[in-house]
Nanobody
Framework: QVQLVESGGGQVQPGGSLRLSCAAS???????MGWYRQAPGKQRELVAT???????NYADSVKGRFTISRDNAKNTVYLQLNSLKPEDTAVYYC?????????WGQGTQVTVSS
């Protein structure tokens, strides 16, 4: 059974930082791991992805502020969020993809507000 469990969300002031974690079980390290987010009234959007050989891809809106990484030994993927803005407020979802397999975590709320 595949499980993706996110943690690390919370409320932070503009300019602040958070680190999200996603602990994966039931999948191997070949999966492309990613973070997506969904703000109220908006569609879910890509934030960042990382391949098994550590190639990364970012949405333009987060480049230079967010960093995705993974620890294959721990089967965990991270998202470091720096210089947070109110428009980063959303539920952040962990994702794992390999060929036709596609799995989601339950999401973790990030709120950026003063």
């Amino acid at each position: 059974q595949v499980q993706l469990v996110e943690s690390g969300g919370g409320q932070v002031q503009p300019g602040g930082s958070l680190r999200l974690s996603c602990a994966a079980s039931g999948i191997n390290n070949l999966y492309v791991m990613g973070w997506y987010r969904q703000a109220p009234g908006k569609q879910r959007e890509l934030v960042a992805t990382i391949t098994s050989d550590l190639r990364t891809n970012y949405a333009d809106s987060v480049k230079g502020r967010f960093t995705i990484s993974r620890d294959n030994a721990k089967n965990t993927v991270y998202l470091q969020l720096n210089s947070l803005k109110p428009e980063d407020t959303a539920v952040y979802y962990c994702n794992a993809k390999l060929l036709l397999r596609n799995y989601w975590g339950q999401g973790t709320q990030v709120t950026v507000s003063s």
